[in-house]
């Protein structure tokens, strides 16, 4: 049968591929999975769809025999705070993250709030093919409805000293979940806050939900106008966390993780991050400084998070803005990468951007080669062999460490294309490495053509 789970949980278009019927089979084999009488937490965004899904998904869970607590609208982190809160033995969030509005999701989660690893997955998936078990009368789940959000605000409320500095900072929530929870626990930790694309809207009218700079032009604008010290704009399930500093200048993935972790990680003893092969060096070197040290890990949160759980560590984080707090949560923490930023700012007494100049700077060129999926391991493989003089790091693709910058090379795993992504401190040489990196590629995969 197809695979229907990637990356992100099963996800596709909202009733094309992801219909309630196959929202209800996927709750029916997670309820056959864990077995009768076990309590499921169930959450969902706010695209027009998700309660259409959450139906689906409960009358599921209680055909196979779990009990569900109902949460309704929930940010992801927020669902992952709510399994260990509630005691659940699982849960489940509908959403499509940062997809366009016609999307949906549905994503698993174990009972530490982890998501599910891939073994798990895989299981679900073939109960999907094979049908679930279900319930006799005497045995159908129980429903319950419980709201998360108060007591996750309440609790972050409570890791997070107030703020010396009162802030000003504009939070843009894409008209989605993080807007439920992020604004006021800004505002309860003594910032002012200015909200924009505030209102619950499943159209997201207010701009693309993907943090990234091209999506944050009036966020970016709006910090300036109001001469506010910040700005911060999530992705549709507030697992990621982008800032624009006080001059409007949009900082990526890796600087805000950067920033978060030289605040977070400040006192604590050799500090161990985790992140993976497609994060910048900047990472490196805020470990040095601390007296710490980097592990890098396959691209994705599984991975980061099944490392964590293997060896132990103190922060985890990816390259587009997801980053990992293990002492609070096993789930991308949007909404504490954003507290952490300001309390960053409020604590130091700098500003934002001089924050972001305190680090080294690097710049990154990122560029594509369309490979066919089969070919994609013999091109590896062709590649490891060109730069077998260098320092190579083979847990995903390919990554070169050259004196003063490195290459990743990188089949997609979902298109057929590698990714090339090149870093260096100097802007020429990023460029050169980029283009070596695409040159060889496409040598090789020319000859494998072949
Ligand atoms: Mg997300």
Not at 246 to 265: P, Q, T, W
Not at 329 to 350: H, Q
Not at 384 to 390: G, I, N, Q, W
């Amino acid at each position: 049968m197809a695979k229907l789970f990637g990356t992100f949980g099963v996800r596709g278009l909202a009733n094309v591929m992801l219909t309630p019927e196959l929202a209800f089979k996927l709750a029916l084999a997670l309820a056959t999975h864990l077995g009768e009488g076990k309590k499921v937490a169930l959450g969902h965004d706010n695209r027009t769809s998700s309660e259409m899904l959450d139906e689906a998904v409960t009358a599921g869970l209680v055909a196979g025999g779990c009990d569900v607590v109902r949460l309704g609208v929930t940010p992801t982190p927020v669902l992952s705070f709510a399994v260990r809160h509630f005691s659940c033995d699982a849960g489940i969030i509908i959403t499509a993250s940062h997809n366009p509005p016609e999307y949906n999701g549905v994503k698993f989660w174990d009972n530490e709030g982890a998501g599910f690893i891939r073994e798990r997955e895989l299981e679900i998936e073939s109960l999907v093919e094979k049908g679930g078990r279900r319930a006799d009368w005497k045995g159908l789940g129980k429903v319950s409805e419980a709201d998360a959000v108060a007591p996750y605000i309440r609790t972050r409320i409570s890791q997070v000293p107030r703020f010396k500095k009162r802030l000003k900072v504009v939070v843009d929530c894409a008209n989605a979940t993080g807007t439920l929870v992020t604004p006021q626990i800004l505002r309860e930790l003594g910032c002012e806050v200015v909200s924009m694309n505030a209102q619950l809207d499943g159209t997201f009218p207010g701009r693309k939900l993907e943090p990234v700079p091209e999506n944050l032009g009036e966020l970016a604008k709006t910090v300036v106008a109001c001469k506010a010290d910040l700005g911060i704009a999530h992705d549709g399930d507030a697992d990621r966390t982008l800032i624009v500093n006080e001059k409007g200048e949009i900082l990526s993935g890796d600087r805000v993780f950067a920033i978060a972790a030289n605040h977070y990680l400040q006192g604590r003893k050799s500090p161990k991050i985790i992140t993976t092969v497609a994060t910048s060096w900047v990472i490196d070197d805020i470990a040095r400084k601390l007296g710490g040290s980097v592990v890098r890990t396959k691209v994705g949160e599984p991975e980061v998070v099944g490392e964590y759980r293997r060896t132990g560590g103190d922060l985890g984080g990816e390259e587009n803005g997801g980053v990992l707090f293990f002492d609070v949560s096993l789930c991308r923490e949007g909404i504490m990468t954003a507290i952490k930023f300001a309390e960053a700012v409020s604590s130091s007494g700098m500003k934002a951007s001089e924050l972001d100049a305190a680090l080294p700077k690097y710049y990154q060129y990122k560029q594509r080669a369309e490979c066919p999926n089969e070919m994609k391991q013999k091109v590896l493989h062709a590649l490891a062999e060109k730069f077998s003089s260098y320092e190579l790091d083979r847990k995903d693709g390919l990554r070169i460490t050259f004196e003063d910058g490195w290459l990743l090379l990188r089949p997609s795993g979902t298109e057929p294309l590698f990714r090339c992504f090149a870093e260096a401190r100097d802007s020429k040489r990023a460029e050169e490495l980029v283009m070596l990196g695409m040159r060889e590629l496409k040598s090789v995969i020319e000859t494998q053509g072949h």
